[in-house]
């Protein structure tokens, strides 16, 4: 396995490298849609300028990084169109202007046509000053949706992750291989990598909670992350994409299950979840750039990680191996109780925006939150070796 090979790099991680902040000139009006949406979000114009675009031709676009900033800009401007007033106002056809480039560009990448992690995350970062390193307060959004410091400092925590992530792409190749080849004292060596890996993603994830108010994330900045379609959805059946489709077609919203991080290493020390769950996951590989799912398909057929470590006799190679999960189970741990803070307990105040009440306690995926996240914990729990298996 190279990772080349899967569009990752041990420096970016699944992050693109250096992406594009503007588009050529023939597509102005999507920059000019994109860059001012929060404020025509907020005057409620979003439509009325979109309603007066034409249909820009898509196969003007050149080269990978433009296909990943049109999608990243369309994906934006729709998900503004749709939720501009409320899940009380949603239109129930995606006017052609946005629906069939956003359509017909999804297809060449193979990211799906909704708001999806591989957008606000992926793609959607530059630094304030060139010279200085990827910390958190030298990251910015390219686009983001209202919300302010806050929209950006959650977009921005969450791609300070999928850096801190990325050296551990190597280190799990090369465990791979080290298991295969019996080298135990190298397989040691990158499960102490791994397991430092996912330590920092959970203290950068603390980071959440210094200039991300709950209010805000989940009144401003959450409903545009939603997707249509589904028990709960103000249109179940889904959106109507004019001059793709004449039936309505449902997608699931942002996820942070979209992230390839997590699905990396749940393949690589073969954590399986219970069948609904499970479904759920592979469903939102879907949403991923084609290059990454394949990444971790090939490290869940390749990986024979556990195996070895089951057969093994070293202990120290097994309490290694069990300190990766205990770090994966941790970080899960914490992951619940931000999303108790931000979705749960932010659903149930008096003062809650009444605007977005279908999205209620449901993940912006589709997911029932809580029950979905303890059964993932959970599931990791049951791989540490040493507890009957």
């Known amino acids: ?27 102005g009006q999507w920059n000019y849609l994109a860059e001012n949406l929060t404020s025509l979000i907020l005057q409620k ?49 995606l006017p052609e202007c946005l629906a069939v480039p956003w359509y017909k560009v999804s297809e060449k990448i193979g990211i799906k046509p909704v708001v ?20 958190l307060e030298n990251l910015r959004c390219l686009y983001a949706f209202p919300g302010g410091m806050d929209t950006n400092w959650f977009c921005m925590v969450t791609a300070r992750m999928e850096f801190d992530f990325a050296p551990a792409t190597k280190y799990i190749i090369d465990a791979i291989q080290a298991a295969d080849t019996e080298d135990t004292e190298t397989l040691i060596q990158n ?19 210094e ?7 989940y009144d401003t900045l959450r409903p545009f992350l939603s997707g249509w379609g589904g028990e709960g959805s103000p249109y179940p059946e889904g959106l ?39 479904k759920f996951l592979l469903k939102m590989r879907d949403h991923m750039p084609n290059a990454h799912k394949k990444f971790i398909e090939t490290i869940s057929e390749k990986s024979n990680i556990r195996t070895y470590v089951l057969k093994s006799d070293d202990e120290s190679l097994k309490q290694c191996f069990n300190q990766v999960l205990e770090a994966m189970i941790d970080f899960r741990s914490y992951h619940l109780q931000v999303v108790t803070k931000y979705v749960v307990i932010m659903s149930n105040r008096q003062t809650r925006n009444q605007e977005f009440e279908s999205l209620s306690k449901k993940g912006t995926g589709g ?16 791989k540490l070796v040493g507890q009957g298996n």
Request: glycine share 6%; net charge negative.
């Open 1 to 27: 396995m190279k990772l080349e090979d899967f569009y990752v790099c041990e420096e970016f991680g699944f992050m693109l490298p250096d992406p594009l902040c503007t588009l050529p000139d023939y597509f």
């Open 45 to 93: 114009r979003i439509r009325e300028e979109v309603d007066k675009m034409p249909v820009l031709d898509h196969n003007k676009l050149k080269g990978y990084r433009q296909l990943r900033l049109a999608h990243l800009q369309l994906s934006m401007i729709s998900s503004g169109y749709i939720w501009q007033d409320g899940d009380k106002g949603v239109p129930k056809v």
């Open 116 to 135: 999806c992690h591989p957008d606000i995350v992926l793609c959607n970062w530059t630094l304030l000053d060139p010279q200085r390193p990827r910390t």
């Open 191 to 209: 499960l102490i990598s791994i397991q430092q890996v996912i330590l920092q993603m959970k203290e950068t994830l603390k980071n959440m909670h």
């Open 211 to 217: 200039l991300v108010s709950a209010e805000i994330f």
């Open 240 to 278: 109507i994409y004019e001059g793709i489709s004449e039936e309505p077609i449902q997608m699931s919203g942002g996820s942070a299950a979209q992230s390839s991080t997590l699905q990396c290493l749940d393949a690589a020390f073969g954590v399986q979840h219970e069948t609904s769950i499970q």
């Open 367 to 382: 997911t029932s939150l809580l029950p979905f996240l303890k059964s993932i914990r959970q599931s990791t729990t049951e």
